[in-house]
């Protein structure tokens, strides 16, 4: 995997993936940002999100899951002096579908929490305390 960041002007940085996708990063006004996008570490907690909806999806349509949206919202705490690290991430997803059997989403946050999810299995590691949570919803 490969990755490119490369400073734009004052606090913005434009990172380009190795599979050719860009997006602009800034930093906060009292550095010199212009909140043309997301400050870093909201990236990375943007990133551990989308790993792990990515995973839960995966699973619950392997498991013949007739899931018809699905979002993880996300909150996350940081030290209060440098180096601001993540100290805890709560996760909780909602999966929305058609007569979702409860198991099935259960076992799919567990799965992407303790086996798929490299970002938030790296983050936990790191010290990082990570909780998951869900709710299911009936579509319309």
Known sequence: MKARVKWSEQASFIAESGSGHAIVVDGPPEIGGRNLGPRPMELMLMGVGACSA??????LKKARQKVTDCWV??????????????????MKFVVVGHALAENHVKRAVELSADKYCSASIMLGRGGVVIKHGYEIRVAE
């Open 54 to 59: 990515v995973d839960v999806t995966l699973i």
């Open 73 to 90: 919202e996300l909150e996350a705490d940081r030290a209060e002096t440098e180096p601001k690290v993540f100290t805890e991430i709560r």
